[in-house]
Nanobody, 124 residues
Framework: QVQLVESGGGLVQAGGSLRLSCAASGRTFSQYAMGWFRQAPGKEREFVAG????????SFTDSVKGRFSISRDNAKNTVYLQMNGLKPEDTAVYYCAADLRGLGSGDPNEYDYWGRGTQVTVSS
């Protein structure tokens, strides 16, 4: 079992920044990949970023490349999503997820555990 708790969401103006955190517990954090997904109202959940177990392989959806970064601190059992240059279209509930077998790919079906999400709202 893995428990995931996101934090750091909020309301920000366009062009601003937020850093999301996801604290993990239950299994050895350094043994699995992590991902960030988001879901806007009326839309499907979409992949945002992923990172492998050691933190040297990252992937991003095209719409956030150059603006978002993902990192992890295995000593703190935490993965981060740094979001810069936020746009209104980034407004969504953001979820972190744990992939026990993979590399943190963009396929949500590869993920085994999910957090409850944190709301990010970007005003224009």
């Amino acid at each position: 079992q893995v428990q995931l708790v996101e934090s750091g969401g909020g309301l920000v103006q366009a062009g601003g920044s937020l850093r999301l955190s996801c604290a993990a517990s239950g299994r050895t954090f350094s043994q699995y990949a992590m991902g960030w997904f988001r879901q806007a109202p009326g839309k499907e959940r979409e992949f945002v970023a992923g990172i492998n177990w050691i933190g040297n392989v990252e992937s991003f959806t095209d719409s956030v490349k150059g603006r978002f970064s993902i990192s992890r601190d295995n000593a703190k059992n935490t993965v981060y999503l740094q979001m810069n240059g936020l746009k209104p279209e980034d407004t969504a509930v953001y979820y972190c997820a744990a992939d026990l077998r993979g590399l943190g790919s963009g396929d949500p079906n590869e993920y085994d555990y999910w957090g409850r999400g944190t709301q990010v709202t970007v005003s224009s």
